[in-house]
């Protein structure tokens, strides 16, 4: 089944120790996002790409960046870990940009990292 | 900023019809409403999307009166396994592609 898949399920990290995590997708969707939730909120927005293009929130920290080296895969990096960073992260797809109709978002399971 | 506002939770007797409502006041015209579902330690799933009046799909309902300042996400018949929370989004039409979920709504199904 085409899917939305997150590596790893569970990430530890140490204080200040970078970290990636990766999403990858089999639906060829043009955009790809990441969102940070934590526990008992509501998921965050912190970019997207639409295709090659990257779009960052405003209000992302610098100590978070992304990658995207082809349409499949994307990747979240995480400079300098710190405690107020762990939380699930949600990486999501969708065909054309949801401010389209028709749009909707495939989300993978998230990643919850921990930091130490 | 399209910001929603929902019940932060409701409780309901499995097969009755649940009704959940979401505040957007400052939506604007041609902006999409979209409901999701999350389990916990799940991503969130789409469920029905929306623009105005009424929308239908296998699993819910949605209700968009015409000032569409407010909309109502309607599951009939819940079951223990709708137990979740739910989230309104306004989808915004011009600017950044912004996405802001909501606060929620803790659904709780008792038997």
């Known amino acids: 089944d085409a899917m939305v898949i997150q590596n790893p399920r569970y990430q530890v990290t140490q204080f200040g120790k970078p970290v990636t995590l990766s999403c990858s997708q089999t639906?060829?969707?043009?955009?790809m996002y990441w969102y940070q939730q934590k526990s008992s909120q509501a998921p965050k927005l912190l970019f997207h790409?639409?295709?090659?293009?990257?779009?960052n929130e405003a209000d992302t920290p610098d100590n978070f960046q992304s990658r995207r080296p082809n349409t499949s895969f994307c990747f979240l990096d995480i400079r300098s870990p710190g405690l107020g960073d762990a939380a699930m992260y949600l990486c999501?797809?969708?065909?054309?940009?949801?401010?389209?109709?028709?749009?909707?978002?495939?989300f993978g399971p998230g990643t919850r990292l921990t930091v130490l | 900023l399209a910001k929603t506002t929902q019940p932060i939770s409701m409780d309901s007797y499995e097969g009755q019809e649940v009704n959940i409502t979401c505040s957007h006041n400052?939506?604007?015209?041609?902006?999409?409403i979209t409901w999701y579902q999350q389990f916990p330690s799940q991503g969130p799933r789409f469920i029905i999307q929306?623009?105005?009046t009424k929308v239908t799909n296998e699993v819910a309902s949605l209700f968009i009166p015409a000032d569409r300042k407010s909309s109502t996400l309607s599951l009939p018949r819940v079951s223990l396994s709708d137990t979740a929370v739910y989230y309104c989004l306004v989808i915004l039409q011009t600017g950044a592609n912004n996405l802001f979920f909501g606060t929620g709504t803790r659904l709780t199904v008792i038997p």
């Open positions: 400052n939506i604007a015209t041609n902006d999409y």
């Open positions: 999501a797809t969708s065909r054309e940009a949801v401010a389209r109709p028709y749009n909707e978002q495939f």
């Open positions: 790409y639409y295709d090659k293009d990257f779009n």
């Open positions: 639906l060829n969707h043009n955009v």
């Open positions: 929306g623009y105005k």
